[in-house]
């Protein structure tokens, strides 16, 4: 996946605004690349432009070579607020995207046992969101997301409303996820210290208008562990090019 | 979900609050009557009759077949006219809070329209329609629009982005396909909600449609007014509450099945 010079300005109440500018970078195939910024930088706005659900002023979006015009299945998307339909029990969700494929429903209901089997939600799935705790709506969500094979995994502060404890497990859960499936996957977060717990690569954005300082090659061994002294140094060195 | 509250806390605990609830139901009931019949005491009968003159006339209609004949000429327009209205109102509410475009065309339109009561359709429904079935269920059928309408688009005009963002990024590509995958699911406590409503309004609204002439439950509590055969009147209420109760009774409970995912 490539970010190509992307610019972004939209109408304020005061006038445009650039949201932001010239952003480049590249994501390589089954990397997990962590997009790390203050808030208002527009990392929030990037995140949209690369899932196809806003079009960028300037510059463009490809994967696997080609350009990204509107929200595809190719592009699983993961919000912070879950936003699972909550009409739908978890298999309905997590089927979703596979009625829109057109698959046959033998098909789907193995593919949904299998990605639930995956996220660790066998048992749940007559169960309806209403019922869920935050930390099963998000695997939900994971499981909605990847159930339609995307090339690129989306997800925006996916962890952002649960409790520390059920973060770092969702952590450890999703690089195993992640390990299974070797998927290739865009995380953005303002925590430096999730990033690094996380990420091959971190790409450090400037605060508004958003662009790229640096990107950080993480060259840790997992599991990684928040006490290890290389962890401590490379959240210090993010956190001092955030802070530049 | 309080109910679920009590059953949860234990079978005896839930039964002890169901039937202190049923009980003092039956009091405030029996209370009532009792008031009612020390009233009807110093009152001549076409001012108030007393309770049992009431009952007796409630069983005499029931048992000459009167009353299922006013109900079943009520039906006759209530329903096509409830019907017809929901339908009109949901479309058109999904519809102009889908379509920018529409609703920029239909707004000035609809605030004009709006105000007016179905009881001032009259007119309209004598002339374009004329005295009879069809000219009632048109006036229920405007009572059941707006209700419908606001419902139906105050829930579709709720439904929050992101939900489209999702429904478009698994896959539905049409307009029409997140309208029927996403907007319609997730605006339906709105607009059952809204439905539920308008049946139970234009069930009283029948009397409104009756007034200029057209047979059914209203009619008959109209002409008996006009006659002073009060104990008619109330005996007709009554039948008509009864209705009302096992009409709204059925709506809520498919309403919650529906909607049990909330």
Known sequence: ?244 | MSIELETELGGEFGDERGLRRFLLGTLGVAGFVALWWVASLFNPSYVLPAPTAVAETFVGELQSGAMTTALVQSITHWLPGTVVGTTLGVALGVTLAWSDLADDVAAPLVRVLRPVPPLALIGFAIAWIGINDGGAAFIIAAGAFWINYYAAYGGVDSVSDEFLDVGRSLGVTSDIGLVRKVVLPAASPEIITGIRTGIGRCWMLIIAAEIFGVPGIGRKILTASNNLAVDVVIAYILLMSLVYLVLDTGVEAVQNRVLAWR
């Open chain 1, 1 to 244: 996946m490539t970010v190509a010079g992307v610019s972004k300005t939209y109408e304020g109440d005061a006038g445009p605004v650039r949201a932001l500018d010239d952003v480049s970078f590249e994501v390589e195939d089954g990397e997990f690349v962590c997009i790390v910024g203050p808030s208002g930088c527009g990392k929030t706005t990037l995140f949209r432009i690369i899932g196809g659900l806003e079009g960028a002023t300037n510059g463009d979006v490809l994967l696997s070579g080609e350009p990204v015009t509107g929200p595809s299945p190719d592009l699983g998307i993961v919000f912070q607020e879950y936003h699972l339909f909550p009409w739908r029990s978890v298999r309905g969700n997590v089927a979703f995207g596979l009625e829109q494929l057109g698959m046959a429903a033998g098909e789907r209901r193995d593919r949904v046992d299998e990605m639930l089997e995956l996220v660790g939600l066998g048992g749940s799935g007559d169960s309806y969101p209403s019922r869920l705790s935050g930390g099963m709506k998000q695997r939900v969500a994971i499981a909605r997301a990847l159930a339609v094979d995307p090339e690129l995994l989306l997800m925006d502060e996916p962890f952002g409303s649960v409790d520390a404890q059920t973060r770092d497990m969702l952590h450890r859960e999703l690089l195993d996820v992640w390990g299974e499936t070797e998927k290739t996957v865009l995380f953005v977060t303002h925590d430096v210290e999730e990033a690094v717990k996380l990420a091959d690569r971190i790409v450090v954005m400037t605060p508004g208008p958003g662009s790229v300082r640096e990107v950080v090659d993480v060259e840790l061994a997992r599991p990684r562990s928040r006490t290890d002294e290389a962890f401590a140094a490379y959240q210090e060195q993010v956190l001092d090019l955030i802070r530049e």
